[in-house]
């Protein structure tokens, strides 16, 4: 089986990527690819929705590891929403993606999104 990888319309500073099928050593460089143009800009949060992913390799947390770390550099983050239990336990053996940014729904990851965004500009307020 093959990786899809679906680009939605950015907002907001933020990126939804939807990951379906298998990231594993044949796909990894698929995803690599598409995230890389993502990781130039300056967004704050990509957020990559593993509903249909059903299978994931060392090669593949290696490429979320790799988005974190391009990411970071900036303070942005690397959110996780909807992983199948399959690919949470991965997570969870691994600890490759800490568990505040993983988030059982698209909804959770939003809500996580918008009081980040509200508390940066209460700081904006208060200077």
Same mark, same amino acid.
């Given at each position: 089986?093959?990786? /899809? +990888?679906? +680009?939605?319309p950015a907002a907001n500073g933020s990126q939804r990527v939807v990951l379906s099928g298998r990231l594993d050593t044949h796909t990894y460089e698929d995803l690599d690819e598409k995230l890389a143009p993502l990781l130039s800009r300056?967004? /704050?949060s990509l957020v990559l929705d593993l509903a249909a992913l059903e299978y994931i390799s060392s090669a593949g947390i290696r490429s979320i590891f790799k988005a974190r770390k391009a990411l970071g550099g900036h303070g942005g983050k690397v959110l996780v929403v909807n992983p199948q239990a399959q690919i949470q336990k991965v997570f969870d053996v #691994?600890?490759? #993606?800490?568990m505040n940014e993983i988030f059982s729904s698209t909804a959770e990851a939003d809500a996580y999104l918008d009081a980040m965004q509200r508390k940066v500009l209460q700081g904006d307020e208060e200077d």
């Amino acid at each position: 089986m093959s990786l /899809h +990888i679906e +680009i939605l319309p950015a907002a907001n500073g933020s990126q939804r990527v939807v990951l379906s099928g298998r990231l594993d050593t044949h796909t990894y460089e698929d995803l690599d690819e598409k995230l890389a143009p993502l990781l130039s800009r300056n967004l /704050h949060s990509l957020v990559l929705d593993l509903a249909a992913l059903e299978y994931i390799s060392s090669a593949g947390i290696r490429s979320i590891f790799k988005a974190r770390k391009a990411l970071g550099g900036h303070g942005g983050k690397v959110l996780v929403v909807n992983p199948q239990a399959q690919i949470q336990k991965v997570f969870d053996v #691994v600890k490759a #993606v800490p568990m505040n940014e993983i988030f059982s729904s698209t909804a959770e990851a939003d809500a996580y999104l918008d009081a980040m965004q509200r508390k940066v500009l209460q700081g904006d307020e208060e200077d």
